[in-house]
């Protein structure tokens, strides 16, 4: 069994005692800046100038500094750009002006695993990362709950480094739900192996491929929607609540035994072969390095695939059927519909 932190085992005076930075206000920044400062701790956001996310902490009340100027400032620098931007931002405004013995916290491991970011030795090195996006750890903080987190120790400096790891997620809300102890190592594998073999690359491929077989047999695109794609959220709501058992026991005999005897024959072993193929590609860092190279040369791969996608058949038939329906609401105000970005 894990080993599990929860709010009992953090003391929250350790993150009130300290000034911490936020670089970056997005997804996660947002979340973790406006959360610690409800719970006492004295922050402010680092961006750099023009950047959008600015009136947007403003309007918060949140102090709001170039990056230079808030890791100055800071004992503790929380570093939620994106991931392929880290190193960039680290090299050149978070490393030539971080305070001696200042500690990094980061929210997901990428950096750190793959060495694009190689901290001094006197700093902690620590890792709270939300099990969910930051809208929803934003949303259970203000609710009173909290979103499931995983801490890590890198480098343990000061000595001190995991009362800090466990003081800062109570901050955000995560030990009310339950800290799992982990490593940077771990986390950052699993992630990605769950995001490209499952979560993201698995499921859109398996839709999509379902789509498709059913249109060039024949049926119309609309049927095939709903059955391939829009369906799909009432089934993993139902494996989110009571597992996969749950899930055959609501669906019908005739579609528990269809799981049973197909499942087996469309995701067959070749596909947990190629998933240990996607796993080798991230533990050996082929998948980091071809997705920070394609970055830094203004991600040609990326944008074609991206353009790619959004041409799929589905998204149109998607976007008609989707107006029949009044509860599916499109409740992110930042997502235009046709843009990944
Ligand atoms: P977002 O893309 O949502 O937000 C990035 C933020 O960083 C924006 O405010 C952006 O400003 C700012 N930014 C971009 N470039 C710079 C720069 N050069 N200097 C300063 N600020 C900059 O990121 P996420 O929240 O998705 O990801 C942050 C970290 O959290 C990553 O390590 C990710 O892996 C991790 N994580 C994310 C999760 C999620 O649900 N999204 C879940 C768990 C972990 P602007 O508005 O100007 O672009
Ligand atoms: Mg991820
Ligand atoms: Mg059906």
Not at 102 to 120: C, D, M, S, T, V
Not at 210 to 217: D, K, S
Not at 299 to 311: S, Y
Request: proline residues 3%.
């Amino acid at each position: 069994m894990a080993e599990m932190f929860y709010d009992d085992d953090a003391d929250l005076s350790v993150i009130q005692g300290k000034k911490v930075a936020v670089i970056g206000y997005g997804s996660q920044g947002h979340a973790h800046a406006l959360n610690l400062r409800d719970s006492g701790v004295d922050v402010r956001v680092g961006l750099k100038e023009g950047s959008r996310s600015i009136e947007k902490a403003e309007n918060e009340g949140l102090a709001v500094m170039t990056v230079p100027e808030a890791v100055k400032e800071a004992d503790l620098v929380v570093i939620l750009t994106p991931d392929q931007v880290q190193r960039t931002v680290y090299a050149q405004e978070i490393r030539p002006n971080l305070k001696e013995g200042a500690a990094l916290l980061f929210g997901h491991g990428f950096n750190i695993r793959f060495g694009y970011i190689k901290p001094e030795s006197g700093s902690d090195v620590i890792m709270v990362a939300p099990k969910g996006p930051g809208h929803l750890v934003r949303r259970e903080f203000v609710d009173g709950r909290g979103v499931p987190v995983l801490l890590a120790v890198e480098q343990d400096a000061s000595g001190t480094a995991w009362d800090l790891v466990k003081s800062y997620a109570k901050a955000i809300g995560g030990l009310r739900a339950g800290g799992i102890r982990t490593t940077f190592t771990e986390e950052t594998e699993t992630d990605l192996f769950g995001e490209q073999s499952v979560l993201c690359g698995g499921a859109s491929q398996l839709v999509m491929y379902g789509f498709e077989t059913l249109v060039e047999a024949g049926y119309q695109p609309e049927v095939a929607y709903f059955e391939c794609l829009h369906e799909l959220k009432l089934i993993v709501d139902l494996m989110i609540e009571g597992g996969i058992a749950k899930q055959r026991w609501s669906v019908s005999d005739t579609a528990e035994y269809g799981d049973y005897v197909s499942g087996p024959r469309v995701i067959d072993t070749h596909v947990k072969e190629n998933m240990q193929a996607v796993l080798k590609d991230i533990q050996d860092g082929t998948f980091a390095q071809r997705f920070i190279d394609d970055q830094d040369a203004g991600a040609p791969e990326f944008k074609a695939l991206r353009e790619k996608g959004a041409q799929h058949p589905i998204e149109a038939t998607g976007k008609q059927l989707r107006k029949l329906m009044a509860w599916v609401q499109d409740t992110d105000a930042d997502y235009v519909e046709g843009s990944a970005a």
